[in-house]
Structure formats: C-alpha cells, structure tokens
C-alpha cells in the first residue's frame, strides 16, 4: 500500500521566498543592519535553517544580485530577438524594465546600496550581465539612431535606467497602470533627444 505523503513546497520556491524577504529586509534595513536570523523569521524558518539553502548572508546577496542581472538579461534577448521591428524592440525594451522597476523597487535599492557587499568573483559577473543588458538597449539604438556614436547611446541607455528605476521613491504615488505610463512617456521623451539636440 503506498504512503501518502503530504504536499511539500519545492525548494526553489522556498529559495524565492528567502531572496524575495531579504531583499525587502536588505532595502528597509541595510546589509549590516540585517541578521540572518530576521530573514529566517520573515519566511517563517529559523536563521540556521537557511543555512541549507545558503552558506551565508554574502552568498545570499550575490545570489539575489545575479539572478536579477540574469533575468533582465535574458528577458531583453527574448523580447528584442521576437520583435519585427527596432521599434517594437525598443517598446518591449522599455515595458520590460518598466516592469522590473514596478514589481522590484527593493532590489533597486538593494543593489545601488549593497553591490559593494557581494565577494568579488560574483561582482564581476553581475557587472559583466548588466553589460550585457545594457548592450542588448544599445544595439537596438544603434538601428533607430545610426548617427549617433555608441557611447553617447550607452550613456543615454544608462539615463533612462535611472528615470525608470526611481520607482523605490515615487512607488504608490499613482495607480500601476498610470505609473507604468508615466514612466514609459518620460522614457522615450528622454531618448527623444538624441535627435532633437542635433
């Protein structure tokens, strides 16, 4: 006769509950100023038991920091590689990041604040796929303003990243869809001017 057993959540959930509570915890508190044991206590587990998940606080940060550099990476590959047009890519470009700034505020924050507190191996990776991602954005402007040298797209690229990642600070002020309107107006009014300045 078989053994029922009862339902069990799958790990990689119970690692997403643990990233998605530090990072709140990370953005409210700072890095030094959280313990192991409060992240534990925000998922309903002791601090020692997330030690089977991760070695420790460091590794969790780097863990947080890389998975979202990934995602956002792939993410942009995806939406660029399924788009007709530079335009469309450009829209699903902008939406995408529209999305992670809305739904994300705390790792914003967590990792303008906490990048330094990642060991060095990991850091390098999480640079090298923000590059990555930023050059997905500059290849797709590279289309739409072919007059315009790469570095000054780069640093146009980067200017929009911080119009739209603002959101720590201005999330709640308006309904979603308002907001993610807001953003995606002010978004292609700031890369606008790489033409009107000509």
Do not use: C
């Not at 739904?103 to 604040?113: F, K, M, N």
Request: charged share 25%.
């Amino acid at each position: 006769m078989a053994v029922m057993r009862s339902p069990t959540r799958v790990p990689g959930n119970r690692r997403r509950e643990i990233l998605d509570a530090a990072a709140r915890l990370f953005a409210a508190r700072g890095f030094h100023g959280t313990s192991i044991e409060e992240i534990g206590a925000a998922v309903g587990v002791s601090g020692p038991a997330l030690y089977r998940h991760f070695s420790g606080k460091e590794s969790l940060l780097a863990e947080m920091l890389l998975d979202v550099s990934e995602r956002l990476r792939g993410a942009a590959v995806e939406r660029v590689t399924a788009a007709g047009t530079a335009g469309e890519a450009l829209d699903a470009l902008i939406s995408g990041q529209i999305d992670f700034a809305l739904d994300h505020p705390a790792l914003i924050t967590v990792h303008d604040r906490e990048l330094g507190n990642v060991p060095e191996p990991s850091r390098r990776q999480i640079r090298r796929l923000q590059r990555l991602y930023v050059e997905e954005w500059v290849t797709v402007l590279t289309e739409l303003y072919p007059d315009v040298a790469p570095p000054e797209l780069r640093a146009a690229t980067h200017a929009v990243f911080g119009l739209l990642n603002s959101t720590p600070h201005s999330a709640g002020e308006l309904p979603r869809p308002a907001m993610a309107a807001l953003l995606r107006s002010l978004a292609r009014a700031a890369l606008s001017g790489l033409v009107n300045e000509r």
